[in-house]
């Protein structure tokens, strides 16, 4: 099968052959990884722009490392160093862009659908790297190759994802790919965290947390985004800790091979205690080396489009 998606852009774009083939290639970068020399010469002489406009520790580090990795030349923009703050264009920035001659953009940008109009600005991918409270698919798709490896398949597994639904762009991203797969997906948060009619989504929504994950084979935690929220949605961090953090004594009404997962940033102690956040049943950890692999796998069938080499075979 051939990947044939110029861009990636959202979960919501990609069937389930194609999902299965980017975390089948991720798996092949996953080997990489472990090479005495981890670097192979995919993306030699290909120039990858990261342009972020919202801060970013994970999902832009690993893209630089993917990059890398695969031998690829890197340049970074920030909002704050770039001429947005001189009220340049997303479009004139694109312009910019494609005459410095890069070959693909990751973007992350507080506006949803930024990553679209670039898209239709530029012949070169455009991979979606987080658009305000839309989606994350990066993300998404790390989170199910944790899964996947953990649990074999997502195939009826039961998946309960925690807290601030309302602004989360990975819970979206996350929805469609899980579903997708073929899981059941339940939402957990306080009414106020939940968007209107997000049932239509084929979800299961739940304002308590024990019913919540009764039986649930993976705990996803969400945290809750203050600098989203133009209102209070919930009296204070406190109250919401109470009702939704979770806890040890919690995981007795979940599955008895539960893994818990969490995108960070973690606010310890608020949605998840540290000793489970750190404890033997989370995979948050190799969450984030799973975002290296699969965002050399992206780079790959997007900008790549080669055979994978040995770096010493290559000469």
Not at 220 to 248: A, C, D, K, V
Request: aromatic residues 4%; contains cysteine.
């Amino acid at each position: 099968m051939e990947f044939t998606k110029k861009n990636l852009l959202s979960m919501k774009e990609l069937d389930r052959k194609e999902i299965e083939m980017i975390l089948e290639t991720a798996d092949s970068m996953k080997e990489i990884l472990t090479r005495p020399i981890k670097k192979v010469p995919t993306l030699q002489g290909k120039l990858i722009v990261n342009l972020f406009c919202e801060p970013s520790t994970r999902t832009k580090s690993s893209f630089s490392l993917a990059i890398k990795r695969m031998s690829g030349d890197s340049m970074s923009i920030s909002k704050e160093s770039s001429s947005f703050t001189k009220g340049e264009s997303l479009v004139d920035t694109a312009r910019t862009l494609k005459a410095l001659g890069a070959d693909a953009v990751v973007i992350r940008h507080s506006a949803p659908g930024s990553p679209r109009l670039l898209a239709d600005t530029l012949e070169m991918p455009v991979i979606n790297a987080g658009d305000g409270v839309h989606e994350h698919p990066t993300q998404s798709l790390l989170d199910l190759l944790t899964i996947q490896d953990n649990k074999g398949s997502l195939e009826d597994l039961d998946i309960a994802i925690i807290g601030d639904i309302k602004h989360s762009r990975v819970a979206r991203s996350n929805i469609w790919g899980m579903k997708e797969m073929g899981a059941n997906v339940r939402l957990i948060g306080p009414p106020t965290l939940m968007p209107e009619k997000i049932e239509d989504l084929g979800v299961e929504v739940y304002h308590r947390l024990k019913p919540g994950i009764k039986d649930a084979d993976v705990v996803y935690l969400l945290r809750i985004q203050m600098e989203r929220q133009q209102t209070n949605f919930f009296p204070s961090l406190r109250e919401y800790r109470e009702n939704y953090g979770l806890r040890r004594q919690h995981l007795s009404n979940t599955a008895s091979d539960c893994i818990l997962l969490h995108p960070g940033p973690i606010n310890r102690g608020i949605e998840i205690s540290p000793e489970l956040a750190y404890g033997d049943l989370s995979f948050i950890e190799r969450q984030v080396s799973h975002g290296v692999a699969v965002r050399m796998a992206l780079l790959y069938l997007l900008v790549g489009g080669g055979e994978i080499k040995d770096e010493q075979n290559s000469a």
